[in-house]
């Protein structure tokens, strides 16, 4: 029902910055907040950010507090994840998702890869 589809990965050296974009098509009425999550080689996926769709409410989590930035474009349907200061640890495939609320996530991306070198 809802079609995310993400872009903006590649391939940066540590210390610089990427720009992830998320669109969202389709049913979206019941998305209601829309997050990042990132999976490595080998481990879990794991949450990185989420924003609320109406107020714009952020959320980080505490590895990427103060690197990392969500933001959303209402008009477009799209949100961003500007990520600076990149490190090694952050390689991974990052997933666009949206959901209900922040603890229910119904939608998911097809992922974009991030490689950070050191």
């Known amino acids: 029902q809802v079609q995310l589809v993400e872009s903006g990965g590649g391939l940066v050296q540590a210390g610089g910055s990427l720009r992830l974009s998320c669109a969202a098509s389709?049913?979206?009425?019941?998305?209601?907040?829309m997050g990042w999550f990132r999976q490595a080689p080998g481990k879990e996926r794991e949450f990185v950010a989420a924003?609320?769709?109406?107020?714009?409410?952020?959320y980080y989590a505490d590895s990427v507090k103060g690197r990392f930035t969500i933001s959303r474009d209402n008009a477009k349907n799209t949100v961003y994840l500007q990520m600076n200061s990149l490190k090694p640890e952050d390689t991974a495939v990052y997933y666009c998702?949206?959901?209900?609320?922040?603890?229910?996530?119904?939608?998911w991306g097809q992922g974009t890869q991030v490689t950070v070198s050191s």
């Open positions: 924003i609320s769709w109406s107020v714009g409410s952020t």
């Open positions: 998702t949206t959901g209900r609320n922040y603890r229910t996530y119904d939608y």
């Open positions: 389709g049913r979206t009425f019941s998305s209601y907040v």
